[in-house]
């Protein structure tokens, strides 16, 4: 897997912002979470990323994952209870997850929702992001 023009300078860009380097591993990692935008487990992740890297450890992708998200390329999923999930999908937006199937979907917020949202914390307070997660069924799991 090769990653497209924009997105390897976006990871060169915020690697070498943080003090680190490419790697073939991390680029690897970045263009499975890229092909596939269906927020995975890191064991998903290393499943897939073993297709075209066989001789990946676990170990370095979790390393790859954690530099990730460290360095703002991608964001950690969390739900009660669940696996951390990862999502590379960096816009402004709350994420459903589904009880039934275990599908979590993104759901895009208008800039006035969140704009509206950051003037209802209390005084003195600020926020520099917001997490907005529904729990749920989705429509294939209802009955």
């Known amino acids: 897997m090769n990653l497209a023009p924009e997105y ?3 990871l060169d860009e915020a690697l070498e912002h943080s003090g680190q380097r490419s790697t073939k591993q991390r680029e690897h990692i970045f263009s499975v979470l890229l092909e596939k935008r ?3 487990t890191a064991d998903e992740v290393y499943a897939r990323a073993r297709e075209g ?7 370095t992708v979790y390393n790859c ?17 669940e696996p951390t999930r990862y999502c590379p999908n960096l816009t402004k937006h709350a994420h ?3 009880r039934e199937s275990g599908e979590i979907v993104d759901i895009e917020l208008p800039d006035e929702l969140i704009d509206h949202l950051m003037t209802v914390l209390p005084e003195g307070f ?4 917001i997490d907005i997660a529904y729990d ?3 429509n294939c799991c209802h009955d």
Do not use: W
């Open 38 to 40: 269906d927020h995975p």
């Open 53 to 59: 890297m066989p001789s990946i450890s676990l170990a």
């Open 8 to 10: 390897k300078a976006r």
């Open 65 to 81: 994952l954690e530099t990730l998200v460290e360095t703002s390329l991608i964001r950690q999923v969390n739900f009660e209870r």
């Open 96 to 98: 459903f997850y589904c």
């Open 126 to 129: 600020s926020a520099s992001h």
């Open 136 to 138: 749920g069924k989705c």
